[in-house]
């Protein structure tokens, strides 16, 4: 026994000298190509040591092997279905779109059950229909759908043709070996590299530019490129097309510059669209589109091009860019939806299982990673999602912790950000961000607040039924653009019914808000503060923003204080997208007998006016029930105030709006003015006990007590006649200034950005 044992320390040893000897190898031949490549594939996505390990584990990884056994499942269904690569003519939506875009996944996971599984059956169909493509793509002619600026083949832009390209080139990678050398020359002659080339230098107008779509064109390009070992195509997808002149006033069909400052490729678009912190300039739900390729293309770089050290580019941004996205999700795991956004996407969408799984495998294995892994359900069936499966057996997770974070904006950093507060379920995003190319809102300053998931103040998000055909073949509807993106649909102050950069993208891209301070340090009182002076010429706004937990209050409360200054008199309109049961106000309001409409441009024609009232006190009042909790609006007055209740809707006669309301306030014809509101969570309502708990609100009264160019003083005071004192530093905001300051006889003395007693 004793022998045996020196024996199995001889051995243990000895493979330990081996491993650490091919490591030394692997690292001085780094240059090129990995080392794990030369001979076979799979090396992409999946690795040969990757596969090894799988089989290794199989039967012993539940999260792993549940997987498995469903994408199993799946794909032997297909496989008894038959093939169809129908001829494409159709929209999203339509049948031939989303035939193309299934097969294009089962390729994918049939090639993954071939290395997995070693069944040759997997291997087959994905030859059988890589095969059928290639006898289609020959002749395929442009799509018949005009409608893109770039039309695709396959589908009718060629950003759907590129998602094609990036799932098709992991199933060629895994029955590379597979194939005969014709069969590859084939492929490649025929389908891959026209591919490759009609989505690049046919169409430089998509692919060379800094922007989701190229994104994924830089990604498809490249992934083929590796697959194919052809160093040309991978230079294309890191570098863009290089010596292409390009027109820099040309613009998409959302609006945006195709080219205007010339850069492209992958690696520029890590650079330009992402903040040191991670956030992505054109929201968290393009964000989440992006990843994929983003992460997938990162992966296959990595395995197989690690020269290029890409999970180290620009300091590591694309693993940040991970925790910065889950950070724009609310209690639920749905996405903020800023920009254009669509409700209910969320951490579960499979591009997050790959965020997720790629993170952990590369960024450290952070263990708040496994935690949300485990509530995905599933992993990616490749060396990441082995690892998180190995961490989640290994009850290794721990909760992924959601905290008060400002993101800042800007490939620097400094083009505004979001701020987002959270306190005991109560979470607020405001957003002082830059235009967001071509996907943003002209809404500067804006926010949306949640409990526990719930929206409470809404942001509208986009107008569109993504792929569903009925509505506008699955794609943006004009209603987007005459409602989603207009200043009046957000909650935030419109001037004089213009859109903050008269709506105008060129204007809005140059400018952003700036961040006056941020401070989430104290549990009991978290503020986010910013200022912007480029949406209306001559009117400058200040908004500052707190979730306060009081021990006088059930819940935090948020308080919000909107000051404007500007060189004229104007009208300024104020909403408050609301979701719930209107329950109670404290002032009267005048129901018309036939609706109109608030204005005719900019957002007011889909404003239909149900209430009208002018204010009658110095605080109106606006209560609500929302899905079993209550809700009350505080917001100073004076009696020369409007108070509208309006409903989205008007001039959509297919009804492609959703049917919401607001409490609209106006201010005529002022200079400068002051926007003080306070809304409290409290209370619940249950329909099975039919019981109403703490229904009223608590806040007695809310008072300016003193509003100057250098600070604003607001006094809450609660029905018990508790009062607190916020005072906001509107100029000299430093964590490290100090302050002094006499209201009414009362001397005040602070350092930081915010006084609260």
């Not at 990678?173 to 590299?193: A, G, I, P, S």
């Not at 992006?290 to 091009?305: D, K, S």
């Not at 703490?694 to 029905?719: C, R």
């Amino acid at each position: 026994m004793k022998k045996s044992g020196v024996n199995l320390l001889s051995l243990i040893l000895v493979l330990v000298s081996m491993f650490s000897c091919k490591e030394q190898v692997s690292n001085e031949k780094s240059e090129m190509i990995s080392t794990e490549t030369e001979g076979g594939h799979p090396s992409l996505i999946l690795t040969k040591k990757g596969v090894a390990d799988i089989r290794a584990q199989l039967g012993s990884i539940p999260i792993f092997d549940n997987t498995l056994k469903e994408v199993q499942e799946e794909i032997d269904a297909e496989i008894e279905l038959g093939i169809d690569t129908p001829t494409p003519k159709d929209y999203s939506g339509g049948y031939t779109h989303v035939r193309h875009k299934r097969n294009m996944i089962v390729l994918q996971k049939a090639g993954v059950l071939y290395q997995i599984l070693d069944d040759e059956k997997y291997a087959k169909y994905v030859k059988d229909m890589l095969m059928q493509y290639e006898g289609m793509y020959k002749g395929l002619p442009k799509h018949p759908k005009t409608r893109s600026y770039a039309r695709g083949k396959l589908f009718w832009q060629c950003l759907n043709d590129s998602n094609w390209l990036v799932y098709v080139s992991q199933a060629y990678d895994c029955v590379y070996n597979y194939l005969t050398e014709e069969e590859r020359n084939k492929l490649e002659t025929n389908l891959f590299k026209p591919f490759a080339d009609y989505i690049s230098i046919e169409n430089p107008q998509f692919y060379n530019r800094v922007h989701n779509h190229s994104t994924w064109g830089n990604a498809a390009v490249g992934m083929i490129g590796l697959v194919m070992n052809d160093e040309e195509l991978i230079n294309r997808a890191l570098y863009g097309i290089k010596d292409l002149e390009m027109d820099k006033t040309a613009k998409d069909d959302d609006g945006g510059y195709i080219n205007k400052d010339g850069k492209a490729g992958f690696l520029a678009n890590i650079e330009e669209p992402f903040s040191p912190d991670g956030y992505y300039n054109e929201g968290p739900y393009y964000q989440r589109y992006a990843m994929y390729p983003f992460l997938i293309f990162a992966e296959g770089l990595h395995n197989v091009r690690p020269d290029v050290k890409i999970f180290e580019y620009k300091e590591g941004v694309l693993l940040k860019s991970i925790n910065a996205l889950l950070n724009l999700s609310d209690a639920d795991g749905d996405f903020f939806p800023l920009n254009d956004g669509q409700k209910g996407m969320s951490y579960y969408n499979s591009a997050l299982v790959t965020a997720v799984d790629i993170s952990y495998h590369f960024g450290g294995q952070d263990s708040g990673l496994l935690s949300i892994a485990k509530q995905q359900n599933k992993v990616l069936l490749d060396d990441s999602g082995l690892a998180v499966a190995l961490g989640i057996k290994n009850e290794e997770e721990t909760p992924f912790s959601k905290k008060s974070i400002n993101l800042s904006d800007g490939p620097n950093g400094t083009q505004g950000g979001v701020g987002i507060l959270r306190n005991e379920g109560m979470e607020l995003v405001f957003k002082y961000a830059a235009q967001g190319s071509s996907h943003g809102h002209y809404d500067k300053l804006s926010y949306s607040l949640y409990e526990n998931g719930d929206e409470v103040i809404q942001d509208y998000g986009l107008a569109r039924f993504v792929n569903i055909e009925q509505k506008g073949g699955g794609n943006y509807l004009k209603e987007n653009k005459t409602w989603a993106k207009q200043t009046i649909a957000h909650n935030t102050v419109t001037q004089n019914e213009i859109s903050h950069f008269n709506g105008d993208f060129e204007t809005g891209n140059k400018y952003h808000p700036d961040l006056n301070y941020f401070s989430s340090e104290h549990d009991n009182v978290q503020v986010v503060s910013a200022k912007d002076v480029h949406a209306y010429a001559g009117t400058e706004m200040l908004r500052t923003m707190a979730i306060i937990k009081d021990e006088d209050f059930e819940k935090p409360y948020v308080l919000d204080i909107m000051k404007v200054t500007s060189n004229k008199a104007n009208q300024y309109d104020f909403p408050y997208y609301f979701l719930g049961q209107v329950l109670q106000t404290n002032f009267e309001y005048k129901i018309p007998a036939t609706l109109k409409t608030l204005g005719n441009k900019n957002g007011y024609q889909h404003l239909f006016v149900e209430g009208s009232a002018k204010a009658q006190s110095d605080n109106s009042k606006l209560s609500w029930l929302n899905k079993g909790a209550f809700y009350t609006l505080t917001t100073v007055t004076t009696t020369a105030d409007d108070l509208l209740f309006t409903r989205i809707g008007a001039n959509d006669p297919y009804f492609n709006l959703r049917r919401e309301a607001a409490l609209l306030l106006r201010r005529k014809n002022v200079k400068n003015t002051t926007f003080v509101s306070a809304i409290e969570a409290h209370g619940s309502y249950s329909p099975v006990t039919e019981s109403a708990v703490n229904s009223k609100s608590n806040i007695a009264d809310l008072k300016v007590l003193l509003d100057t160019e250098d600070y604003t003083a607001i006094v809450i005071t609660n029905v018990k006649g508790n009062s607190k004192l916020f005072i906001t530093a509107n100029i000299n905001s430093g964590k490290d200034a100090t302050h002094k300051l006499k209201i009414n006889n009362e001397n005040y003395e602070w350092s930081g950005s915010y006084y609260f007693k």
